[in-house]
């Protein structure tokens, strides 16, 4: 079945060291998307991929990087995470940017030590 | 600015009852209307979506959704609610094409 695959499904690291989260997908969507999702809370937007062409979010933290090598593979990199980085990471696809559903993988909860 | 406002953070309702979680926007126009499902631990499962035509559209999971311009107002219900229906649900709207506005979510609990 097509689908969003992210890896791992835990991460856990300790303040301060780097870490990076993957997402592939086997839907060949165009756009591939990245959440912070925090406990109680809605999906926050942190950047989306359109094709090899990269769009942040005006408030994402400089700390928070992306690369998407090739269509399928999308990750997020945290240079220093923080306590406050500790939540749920999600990573969704579409096949274009407009006014498509998204489709979402697992998620990877992440917690920082 | 532009919103979605779902107004009840937590709904319970026992297994059997008839379920009904509200959305409300503030957009000018007409916007792609979305609802997601999201059981603990997991990623966003897409319930329905309304695009255009037919006001009341059908889902997976036996849910349905009813799109009201005039109340400005995209709910969704359930005739019946299953235990396994326990779960966050978020209502979404993309009126840009370029980024969807999540709803603060309702968490449901299913009581025997």
């Known amino acids: 079945d097509a689908m969003v695959i992210q890896n791992p499904r835990y991460q856990?690291?300790?303040?301060?060291?780097?870490?990076?989260?993957?997402?592939?997908?086997?839907?060949?969507?165009?756009?591939m998307y990245w959440y912070q999702q925090k406990s109680s809370q809605a999906p926050k937007l942190l950047f989306h991929y359109y094709?090899?062409?990269?769009?942040?979010?005006?408030?994402?933290?400089?700390?928070?990087?992306?690369?998407?090598?090739?269509?399928?593979?999308?990750?997020?990199?945290?240079?220093?995470?923080?306590?406050?980085?500790?939540?749920m990471y999600l990573c969704a696809t579409s096949r274009a940017a407009i006014y498509n559903?998204?489709?979402?993988?697992?998620?990877?909860?992440?917690t920082v030590l | 600015a532009q919103s979605v406002t779902q107004p009840d953070i937590h709904i319970t309702v026992s297994e059997g009852a008839s379920?009904?979680?509200r959305c409300n926007y503030s957009y000018g126009a007409t916007?792609?209307?979305?609802?997601?499902?999201?059981?603990?631990?997991?990623?966003?499962?897409?319930?329905?979506k309304y695009f255009s035509g037919d006001t009341l559209v059908q889902g997976i999971k036996g849910f349905e959704a009813e799109f009201?311009?005039?109340?400005?107002?995209?709910?969704l219900r359930k005739p019946s609610v299953h235990?396994?229906?326990?779960?966050?649900?978020?209502?979404?709207?993309?009126?840009?094409?370029?980024?969807?506005?999540?709803?603060?979510?309702?968490?449901?609990?299913?009581?025997?």
């Open chain 1, 51 to 87: 094709d090899k062409d990269f769009n942040n979010e005006a408030d994402t933290p400089d700390n928070f990087q992306s690369r998407r090598p090739n269509t399928s593979f999308c990750f997020l990199d945290i240079r220093s995470p923080g306590l406050g980085d500790a939540a």
């Open chain 2, 19 to 21: 379920l009904e979680l």
């Open chain 2, 68 to 75: 009201k311009r005039s109340q400005s107002s995209f709910n």
């Open chain 2, 83 to 112: 235990w396994s229906d326990a779960a966050e649900y978020f209502c979404a709207v993309d009126n840009t094409g370029n980024q969807f506005y999540f709803g603060t979510g309702t968490s449901l609990t299913v009581i025997p």
């Open chain 1, 12 to 31: 856990v690291t300790q303040f301060g060291k780097p870490v990076t989260l993957s997402c592939s997908q086997t839907l060949n969507h165009n756009v």
């Open chain 1, 101 to 110: 559903e998204q489709f979402f993988g697992p998620g990877t909860r992440l």
């Open chain 2, 31 to 48: 916007p792609y209307l979305f609802w997601y499902v999201q059981s603990p631990g997991q990623g966003l499962q897409l319930l329905l």
